[in-house]
């Protein structure tokens, strides 16, 4: 996931203050007698920002999606090792000859932690919530994952909906429905954010607050910066040696590290640059992903002068992103030349990002239409992304390198839990530059291109008919080397277009404590906890 669009911290905090200490599923349906035995031991892990919510249909929201990873599962599931899909609710799966179909058979038996059994009329009613919230006037409703993965809610002649609906064929079969052929379904269909949740729970509007899933996991209580989760005896799957998983937010990332070495937690999510040795002196373990997301430099072409590609260049030229990759990003981390990580071989043959040329971009500069105004340059405070470990150092540096080329910059710093997100994705605010991110949710190319290019609305705004053309386009394409080479030539595209400066594809790492046998490590960072192993 991601750069991640906020529910509001206020929001969701308002909630934990007026008591939202919910316990089991507060429906009137009986549970089933238990049939298992939960595990006992307690697993903290410390993350760095409070969630978007609960609900991961609404945002893209990093910590959302990891509480709701636990809690709520789709009709497919990502292979850890491979990331390819693998059956989740779906037993099974047929893909219709032209592509424009899927048909589900879901499993037998498995029930919600309601005690309602899960049946196709459950995942019609998701598919119709999820379609319903694209269509919503809601600030965040065009970046929504069915909104980007469907291209469905946006109001542009150039982008139709993929999306045809879903009907069910009987108790267990659900069919998915397409107008146009959309290859990376079954791997979009792996997100958090298509996790089904309980009817019921959709019903009474709780999901942002409650949800109630058939996950390995249920909902316990939430409070300012913490949510817990209990180990669902009845889970249809393997349980695991966890039996409460708390979810802590501490923003600071070396509060994070003290608290893991004072055995307040067990975990630690994206450890920051300067506790990498200090933890390897200690003999704590580890843990890197491999990168799968890209940090950038936003770039608002409703500011005037930003329209001129010549200033955007410019830009790129004052960077030095090599230096940014191995001085501010764990080691691992390679620098961005596109905003596709290397994984899915699809790199550009002509790519086009200027090199660092201080000289260059001056003389750029000079013959550009900027005149010296000032241009206000927004930065995220108290927070670590997966693609923005640092991201105050990542500001300075670049601000730094910017002034020398000749810009006039007036820092804006905010905090990421008042808003970030939404107020450099708002074409209409007053920002010039930002700092921001994806964190790739699911494996295939447009896991990238369409949350950041696939629409109008999407998180780089860009308004290019050609590209956004050539964007969906590669996404309708059957799977083989004419699928890779558009990718190639649209990444090669990008660059010359440049709507924002990609910076770089970034490592993150987990640590972990000696309890920890084997931990579910994967690069989107939506790990599994009943896959945890301890000593």
């Not at 379904?185 to 958090?192: D, E, K, S, Y």
């Not at 105004?373 to 405070?381: C, T």
């Amino acid at each position: 996931m991601v750069a991640e669009n906020r529910l509001g911290r206020r929001s969701f905090l308002s909630l934990a203050g007026a008591g939202l200490m919910l316990t089991g599923c507060g429906s009137t349906t009986a549970r089933p007698s238990a049939s298992a035995t939960a595990p006992r031991n307690t697993f903290v892990l410390a993350h760095a920002a409070a969630p978007a919510g609960l609900d991961p249909s609404r945002k893209n929201s990093q910590e959302t999606a990891r509480i709701a990873a636990q809690i709520l599962e789709g009709l497919v599931t990502a292979d850890r090792s491979t990331g390819e899909p693998a059956p989740g609710l779906a037993e099974s799966w047929q893909v219709a000859d032209d592509r424009r179909s899927v048909t589900f058979t879901l499993r037998r038996g498995v029930r919600f932690h309601d005690g309602a059994a899960l049946d196709a009329a459950a995942v019609k009613a998701n598919f119709d919530k999820w379609q319903a919230q694209a269509e919503s006037s809601e600030p965040w409703a065009s970046r929504c994952a069915f909104a980007t993965a469907f291209r469905h809610g946006t109001s542009s002649p150039l982008v139709a909906s993929a999306y045809a609906g879903t009907e069910v064929t009987d108790e267990r079969t659900v069919v998915v429905k397409l107008t146009r052929p959309y290859t990376p379904l079954l791997a979009a269909l792996t997100q958090p954010a298509f996790g089904i949740a309980s009817p019921a729970s959709i019903e009474a509007g709780t999901e942002n607050e409650h949800p109630v899933g058939t996950g390995p996991f249920r909902f316990d209580s939430a409070t300012a910066d913490t949510v817990k989760l209990s180990a669902h005896e009845h889970y249809w799957g393997e349980l695991g040696d966890v039996g409460t998983l708390e979810m802590r937010v501490i923003r600071d990332a070396h509060v994070r590290c003290a608290a893991l070495i004072t055995g307040e937690v067990d975990a630690y999510d994206l450890v920051g640059l300067d506790a990498f040795a200090p933890l390897a002196r200690r003999g704590v373990q580890v843990l890197y992903r491999d990168p799968y997301s890209v940090s950038y430099l936003g770039l608002n072409r409703s500011v005037p002068v930003l329209r001129d590609v010549a200033v955007r260049r410019a830009v790129a030229s004052a960077i030095d992103r090599g230096a940014l990759a191995s001085q501010l990003y764990p080691n691992g981390t390679n620098v961005a030349d596109q905003f596709i990580p290397a994984r899915f071989n699809v790199d550009g043959e002509n790519l086009q990002i200027p090199g660092y040329d201080p000289q260059r971009a001056r003389d750029q500069l000079r013959a550009s239409s900027y005149r010296g105004e000032a241009l206000r340059f927004y930065y995220p405070r108290n927070t670590s992304r997966m693609y923005l470990q640092e991201p105050e150092r990542v500001y300075a540096q670049i601000s730094a390198q910017l002034t020398r080329a000749g810009f006039r910059l007036e820092p804006v710093p905010m905090d990421w839990d008042d808003g970030y997100v939404d107020a450099v994705t708002d074409p209409t605010a007053d920002h010039a530059f930002s700092l921001l991110g994806w964190s790739g949710s699911f494996r295939d190319p447009d896991g990238f291109m369409g949350p950041l290019l696939g629409t109008p609305d999407a998180q780089l705004g860009d308004d290019d008919a050609g590209l956004l053309t050539a964007v969906n386009r590669a996404a309708t394409m059957p799977q083989g080397d004419a699928r890779n080479a558009a990718y190639r030539t649209l990444n090669d595209r990008v660059s010359a277009a440049i709507p924002a400066v990609p910076l770089a594809h970034p490592v993150s790492a987990v640590a972990v404590n000696s309890r920890v046998a084997s931990f579910p490590l994967i690069s989107t960072g939506f790990e599994r906890f009943n896959e945890l192993r301890l000593a």
